[in-house]
């Protein structure tokens, strides 16, 4: 088992910036992708970005790309989220997961371990 400790939200107005990160622990070697997802209020958990934890190569949501990057620092087993250019729309809790699976996803489902996730608000 995997286990992910988010980290970085908070308040912002539009246009701002915030860095979330994702601590992971555990069985960390057996991790193929780590993920971002969000859940806004009365919506489904969607896909925000990916990563190969082998080879790094990333992956978007169109609703997201050229403002969020993701990237992994392995020496401290931590995945981040850099969000610029945010919108009113991005606020959601925020969670990292990991797959194990090979093969990149911005599905929820294809992940199976989850962080307890990060609230992200961003007033207009």
Known sequence: QVQLAESGGGS???GGSLRLSCAASGYIDSVEFMGWFRQAPGKEREGVAAISTR?????YADSVKGR????QDNAKNTV????????????AMYYCAARRAIGS?????AYKDWG???QVTVSS
């Open 80 to 91: 981040y989220l850099q969000m610029n250019s945010l919108k009113p729309e991005d606020t």
């Open 105 to 109: 996803s911005l599905i929820p489902g």
């Open 12 to 14: 912002v107005q539009a």
């Open 116 to 118: 307890q996730g990060t």
């Open 55 to 59: 080879v790094h190569s990333t992956y």
């Open 68 to 71: 969020f990057t993701i990237s």
